[in-house]
């Protein structure tokens, strides 16, 4: 079974800019969260999507937003770009969102994104 | 809100010996899950082990086990026989029960020395 995917792998962009990336989750998993990574603030959840809704967000601008679509992947949009950013983002997957005993999330390689 | 705290930033170990990587949480609820991911150079984020908080018994996987002190809100991951392969950046993650968002500690980078 494939795993994670996210598109693209490495993007660079201007200040000011927007960008969006994707992320498709493991066959049959319907919970895609995602991630950002940074040397200052480390990995901190942006917003879970389950069935096409957004379940859970974390404590970013309003400027990141992002979707599920009815075949589970997901896409997270920034707008505005600032140099802050710059960043790894990592997307999850699982097969539910109850996060129950039985779930475990599926990291995806990540998107490197440098805002110039 | 729940936090992680990892406070080794680096460890180091000979290829062969056993190294501990410590993790500490703080949380009110009664019922969660704690997980060690490795992320490697390459930076792909893989689970390296879990434990759910109503287990006393602790999780081992091959080489690798914890040591979980509810009590003490402790998390301690053993890595023995010691592997070329297993340097690499390993994060303690929390997780509520009835949630998907991760709490992850800030990391500890881990050194194989041949």
């Known amino acids: 079974k494939a795993g994670v995917t996210q598109t693209p792998r490495y993007l660079i962009k201007t200040r000011g800019q927007q960008v969006t990336l994707s992320c498709s989750p493991i066959s049959g998993h319907r919970s895609v969260s995602w991630y950002q990574q940074t040397p200052g603030q480390g990995l901190q959840f942006l917003f879970e999507?389950?069935?096409?809704?957004?379940?859970n967000k974390g404590n970013f601008p309003g400027r990141f937003s992002g979707r599920q679509f009815s075949n589970s992947r997901s896409e997270m949009n920034v707008s505005t770009l600032e140099l802050g950013d710059s960043a790894l983002y990592l997307c999850a997957s699982s097969l539910f969102s109850s996060g129950g005993s039985g779930e475990t999330q599926y990291f995806g390689p990540g998107t490197r994104l440098l805002v110039l | 809100a729940q936090t992680v705290t990892q406070s080794q930033p680096e460890m180091s170990v000979q290829e062969a010996e056993t190294v501990t990587l410590s993790c500490t949480y703080d949380t009110s609820e009664s019922d969660y899950y704690l997980f060690w991911y490795k992320q490697p150079p390459s930076r792909q984020m893989i689970l390296v082990i879990r434990q759910e908080a109503y287990k006393q018994q602790n999780a081992t996987e091959n080489r690798f086990s914890v040591n979980f002190q509810k009590a003490a809100k402790s998390f301690s991951l053993k890595i023995s026989d010691s592997q070329l392969g297993d340097a690499a950046m390993y994060f303690c993650a929390y997780r509520s029960q009835g949630a998907q968002k991760l709490v992850f500690g800030q990391g500890t980078r881990l050194t194989i020395n041949p």
């Open positions: 999507y389950f069935s096409e809704t957004q379940r």
